[in-house]
């Protein structure tokens, strides 16, 4: 009897896994998961295992923001990309939900943002430690501060008056074709580091045009490597070990800076105190004394040496030393100089694009900033140490320029991508999806890759009018509804929002607002060639040329 039913068994067994394939590969996820009622970006999202693959395809190929924005428009607010991810593209059930309810960042950042072989502020997975790390610089990048900060006016002025006008002149005096992106970068980098460690020991490329292209070209390489495209892998190493070399090299010469004001060898001098780098590194050593495991976090997923200490493996806790604390200045500085000079010179860059298009706009600007107090006027009626220039805060009031930036960073935001979110447990899952429609979904379980993006969100015809169209006037109160505003500045997502909201906001905003008052308040712009201009398709993006060619004509 018993030797009669062995023939039988493959065929239970292979019933049985036909059965148990057919469960989790179609029943499942199409008829019983959660997930099933979300509108799929392709037919083959909800399948196990091959689910991801289209998105992964559209990374590989370039095409994650296009693609993901062509699933919205076909299918709405909520769209599932793979098995277990899902992009939102609206505040109410959005945005709002995920972002000011502190949903903890995925595992994609700690993989891609940490430098030295350690966490920073921005790769920090879990709310808790990056808002301990948060609180210790949030003061000296407030808007208040800013505007006020004799160190902040010291550079400006050093920058602008010593640096950037002379070189633009020189441009509109020879008639010379500028590569401005470069020229863009080079003054940001210069602004950020200033800031970052002093401006005696920040970078100088705005007076070193030639040197340029043979410097920055590494920190291209490090920025591909910021948002995912490794093209030559060992240039892009050496990238990264050129970059994080280069900024321990101005934080250790902040460090010998800050040792001789103590010992009274030299005297403090406005612009000369490396605020950022003083501020992170004494607040953090204060708040490891206080609780030695303030600010960390240990993540099971992330890769060896990712983990706060070098060969550091899985989840394993230990408590950091000196050196340890100094490691994550470094990761925090070099972070916050990659992306704040990236970001604004991309800004920049868009800007003279969209302007030089519309010398209507340009007339505009200049009207509107000659009414300064004092004027930024170049060349000068005296000598350059007797210059004053116009408050922060006058430069912040301008509606016009406001309106400008606040269109390119609209139309032309740096970094578009999506920022990556996971679902939370929560009893009864999560919702998303706008309240009272067809697009609300329930019931979602915890881990569940979800995000948001400004290319999608800039782009929403009910909220931007013909989104596609450059329309400073869309953000001046006499040609749009209080009720329309309210909706555009909630969907304004070029910095993020809640908790995570991007620390150098305030910053970016009033060294760009300065440098276009001063260019457009002196020069005029045109375009002479902009072939490439369009944006590569990318986290961080760019002018996929990485240049753009203008010529700078004195008024």
């Not at 291209?220 to 030559?232: A, E, T």
Request: charged fraction near 20%; include cysteine; charge should be negative.
């Amino acid at each position: 009897m018993e030797i009669s039913l062995l023939p039988k068994l493959p065929n239970v067994v292979g019933l049985a896994i036909l059965l148990w394939l057919t469960y989790h590969i179609f029943i499942y996820p199409f008829f019983i998961s959660p997930l099933r009622h979300i509108p799929r970006a392709h037919w083959t999202v909800p399948i196990p295992y091959i689910g991801s693959l289209w998105i992964l395809h559209q990374r590989f190929r370039s095409r994650n923001n296009a693609a993901t924005a062509q699933a919205h428009h076909h299918h709405g607010p909520v769209v599932r990309l793979a098995d277990n991810e899902i992009s939102v593209n609206c505040y109410e059930g959005g945005i709002k939900t995920i972002y000011a309810g502190g949903w903890e960042k995925h595992e994609w950042y700690p993989r891609q943002f940490a430098n030295f072989g350690v966490m920073n502020m921005f790769s920090t997975v879990g709310h808790t430690p990056h808002a301990q790390k948060k609180r210790i610089m949030a003061n000296i990048y407030s808007k208040s501060h800013l505007q006020n900060s004799a160190q902040v006016q010291a550079n400006s002025h050093e920058l602008l008056f010593g640096r950037f006008l002379p070189l633009l002149q020189s441009f509109a005096e020879s008639g010379e074709q500028v590569e401005i992106h470069e020229v863009n970068n080079a003054f940001t980098m210069d602004f950020m580091t200033a800031y970052q460690f002093g401006i005696a020991r920040s970078s100088n490329f705005t007076q070193n045009v030639e040197f340029i292209s043979s410097e920055l070209p590494p920190l291209v390489r490090k920025m591909l490597q910021r948002i995912g495209v490794s093209l030559y892998p060992p240039a892009v190493h050496q990238a990264n070990a050129w970059l994080e070399e280069w900024s321990k090299n101005m934080c250790d010469a902040a460090d010998e800076y800050l040792k001789l004001l103590q010992t009274g060898a030299t005297t403090a001098s406005a612009g000369h105190e490396p605020l950022v780098f003083k501020q992170y590194k004494t607040g953090l050593v204060a708040l490891r004394k206080k609780d030695p495991m303030a600010g960390l976090e240990v993540h099971p997923h992330l890769d060896e040496g990712m983990n706060f200490t070098r060969g550091l493996k899985n989840a394993e806790v230990v408590v950091p030393d000196e050196n340890q604390t100094l490691l994550e200045v470094y990761s925090d500085m070099v972070d916050q100089l990659a992306a704040g000079h990236e970001t604004s010179g991309i800004a920049l860059t868009y800007l003279y694009y969209e302007l030089s298009k519309h010398p209507d706009m340009q007339d505009r600007l200049f009207a509107e900033v000659s009414n300064l107090e004092p004027r930024i006027q170049w060349p000068p009626t005296s000598s350059v140490e007797d210059i004053s220039l116009p408050t922060a805060k006058d430069i912040d009031n301008l509606t016009y320029l406001n309106a400008l930036i606040m269109e390119v960073l609209r139309l032309h935001a740096p970094i578009p991508g999506m920022q990556p979110r996971i679902t939370p447990s929560t009893p009864g899952g999560v919702s998303l999806g706008p309240l009272n429609t067809q697009h609300h979904y329930t019931g979602l379980p915890s881990k569940i890759r979800v995000s948001a993006m400004p290319y999608t969100l800039h782009k929403i015809p009910s909220v931007f009018t013909d989104p596609e169209r450059f329309n400073p006037d869309r953000w001046l109160p006499e040609h749009t509804s209080e009720a329309q505003m309210t909706e555009m500045n909630r969907h304004f997502w070029a910095f993020g929002s809640g908790g995570r909201k991007c620390i150098g906001m305030n910053l970016a905003l009033q060294e760009i607002k300065l440098i276009v008052a001063a260019v457009w308040g002196n020069w005029k712009t045109e375009i002479v060639d902009d072939e490439g201009i369009e944006e590569v398709d990318a986290y961080t993006t760019r002018p996929s040329s990485g240049r753009l060619v203008v010529r700078v004509e004195k008024r």
